[in-house]
């Protein structure tokens, strides 16, 4: 299967319309509220689309159809810089089939991580993508995180 058509051959973990959109794993998540019941999808990348172990790939991709809107999410327990990586990794490898999507960067942390949030790679990372209308391309959660999509 080419990159192009990666996510064609699975199936989405949630409703066409869905209101509520959740990604968990351990004791993180992410919530996207779909408040206008707009296209949306859901996939488990690390696992289901992209199965190879030696892969480096973030845990979902949530994507809102009508906004061109991707959502990369890594649910860590604390290391903030290779959960960048992750993501990183997956948005280069997904590109190709979401042409004129908007990506957005989601790491939602269930650990301490003080030390590195502080880290100049990740604050590097953080000023590299600013904020669309807005709404941060790139943000750090602790625990539990919900945003509108």
Same mark, same amino acid.
């Given at each position: 299967?080419s990159?192009?058509d990666?996510?064609?051959g699975?199936?989405?973990?949630?409703?066409?319309?869905?209101k509520?959109?959740v990604?968990k794993?351990k004791?993180?998540s992410h919530?996207a509220?779909?408040k206008?019941g707009q296209?949306v999808?859901q996939y488990l990348?690390?696992?289901?689309?992209?199965k190879?172990k030696?892969?480096?790939?973030?845990?979902y991709l949530?994507?809102n159809?009508?906004k061109?809107?991707a959502y990369f999410?890594?649910l =860590?327990?604390?290391?903030?810089v290779?959960?960048? !990586?992750?993501i !990183?990794e997956?948005?280069?490898?997904?590109?190709?089939?979401?042409?004129?999507?908007?990506f957005y960067?989601?790491?939602?942390?269930?650990?301490?991580?003080?030390?590195?949030?502080n880290?100049?790679e990740y604050l590097?990372w953080?000023n =590299?993508?600013?904020s669309i209308q807005?709404?941060?391309?790139a943000y750090?959660?602790?625990?539990?995180?919900? !945003?509108?999509i």
């Open positions: 299967m990159e192009k990666i996510l064609s699975h199936q989405s973990l949630c409703d066409k319309r869905q509520r959109i990604s794993e004791r993180s919530t509220v779909n206008n296209l999808r990348i690390d696992g289901d689309v992209i190879d030696h892969v480096i790939k973030c845990d949530v994507l159809d009508e061109k809107a999410i890594e =860590k327990g604390s290391k903030v290779h959960a960048i !990586e992750q !990183e997956t948005a280069k490898r997904l590109r190709p089939c979401l042409p004129g999507y908007q960067y989601r790491i939602v942390i269930s650990g301490s991580c003080t030390h590195n949030v880290r100049a590097s953080k =590299k993508y600013r807005g709404n941060p391309v750090l959660a602790r625990v539990r995180y919900t !945003e509108k």
